[in-house]
């Protein structure tokens, strides 16, 4: 299984709701990230995990909390984000956070509209 | 610090012309560099790497790219461009626990 999965495809939330995004690998990879990506834009770097903890943190807003429950999930927890948190989220992951073990494998995305 | 620079934000091409995306790198170590294409509404797809293993390296779809350290530059080239080639193309660095990436380069078919 070459695949990481990404659930749901799209979602719509209000300001004021509570979401999250799923990933899924099976790859056996130990590091997996989170990426926001703008229309026309490179991926921009949210958080890393390895070895299921907290390695990078890019600075992102509170409102936007990960969880690793185990090394083939990666959650995003959603909470009160803002009209411009609207974008599309990618997970990836990879054998390490290294050289060319951080070629990285890339899910299909959440296409997030925050109202 | 690693990083990489595309050249030209928009490639337009005639359906079975040469495809030139250019990527230069800045580095003071041998690099680990990446070539990923993305489709409408999709998620990232590995092209190639280079691993410093060979200086020519092969990808799916016919692509390939050189490595040329002279030049310090990773261009990916495909010689005859199909339709479904249309997308976004970014050429990335592996950087400390990161991926740099470009700006990325859009390419256009023209039947």
């Known amino acids: 299984d070459t695949e990481v999965t990404q659930t749901p495809k799209h979602l719509v939330m209000g300001m004021t709701n509570k979401k999250s995004l799923k990933c899924e690998q099976h790859m056996g990879h130990r590091a997996m990230y989170w990426y926001k990506q703008k229309a026309k834009k490179p991926p921009e770097l949210m958080f890393v995990?390895?070895?299921?903890?907290?390695?990078i943190n890019e600075s992102v807003p509170s409102r936007f909390s990960p969880e690793c429950p185990n090394s083939s999930l990666l959650n995003l927890h959603l909470h009160a984000l803002q009209p411009e948190d609207s974008a599309l989220y990618l997970c990836a992951s990879s054998l390490g956070t290294s050289g060319v073990y951080n070629e990285q494998f890339f899910g299909p995305g959440t296409r997030l509209t925050v109202l | 610090a690693q990083s990489v620079t595309q050249l030209g934000s928009h490639v337009s091409v005639s359906e079975g012309a040469l495809v030139l995306l250019r990527c230069n790198y800045s580095?003071?170590?041998?690099?680990?560099l990446f070539w990923y294409v993305q489709y409408p509404n999709q998620g990232l797809q590995l092209l190639l790497k280079?691993?410093?293993?060979?200086?020519l390296v092969k990808g799916i779809n016919g692509f390939e790219a050189e490595f040329k350290k002279s030049e310090t530059s990773f261009h990916l080239t495909k010689p005859s461009a199909h339709m479904s080639d249309a997308a976004e193309y970014f050429c990335?660095?592996?950087?400390?626990?990161?991926?740099?990436f470009g700006a990325g380069t859009t390419v256009t078919v023209r039947a």
């Open positions: 995990y390895s070895y299921e903890k907290l390695s």
């Open positions: 280079y691993t410093s293993a060979a200086t």
């Open positions: 580095s003071s170590v041998p690099p680990y």
């Open positions: 990335a660095v592996s950087k400390d626990y990161k991926l740099s």
